[in-house]
């Protein structure tokens, strides 16, 4: 009877581990998927300004002489081109990165935000409401939470016209900072995407201003690596309200 139970238990067990391994095997191959869709978006947004700058390298090398105005046309967009380059893989090293990139050093957060609006200020005339309430402290990189306040801020200016709403205040166990704005919005169904790699909802829109389609994937990684979370609540014509929540540091 021992036998049979011993018997019996190991046969669940395996029967466990068989189940366990498959959902191991299953979550690689996702996530194999996931990181080849990536390289291949990857290169295809790298291969656009690329084929951008050598069209205008070509033209400058035919007519730019004798024409100064096509001199100047392609001399500009190789250059900005060139921005746009570096933009993606500085953004795209930042993705690679992050991970493995969590220090663990106390960041006031009140600190790190007042610094960022004063220099959003001193490039945008746009105004700028900021309100903040009591001492705001998270365990982190002090440089990546930067960053998600830089995205987010940008964000709001980009796809709205009118002035923005930032909030800065501490529940109890987290620090929120909200982003405001009374822009273009969000529908339902693209507010699910917006935080993947290269989404964006206007291609052309997002490309005018320089936008890649990173930034909020960037910035919800990094909120996630920091053990927090960044959600969106938006509706179309209205504007959008991006929420990032951070464990209180003690
Ligand atoms: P991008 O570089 O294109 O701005 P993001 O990853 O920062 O890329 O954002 C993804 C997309 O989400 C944007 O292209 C835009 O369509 C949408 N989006 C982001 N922030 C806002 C906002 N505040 N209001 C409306 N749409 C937004």
Redesign the pocket.
Known sequence: WQKLRLKKRSKDEMYEMGKTFNHMITKLEENFHKQEAFVSDASHELKTPIAIIKSYAQLLKRRGLEHPDIFGESVDAIHSEADRMQMLVEQLLVLAKNEANVLQEKVDFNHICETIIHKVRGVHSREIHLSINGVNRVTGNKEQLQQIIY?LIM??L???EREIDIRLYSQTDDVIFQ?E?Y????SKK?QER??DRF?????A??RD???????????KEIAESHGGTLSVQ?EKEK??V?TLKLPKAH
């Open positions: 995205i964000n709001a980009k796809y709205s982003v704005d822009g273009i919005g969000i693209d917006i935080f989404y964006r909802v206007d291609k829109r997002s201003s320089g936008g890649t389609g990173l930034g909020l994937a960037i910035a938006s504007g959008s991006f």
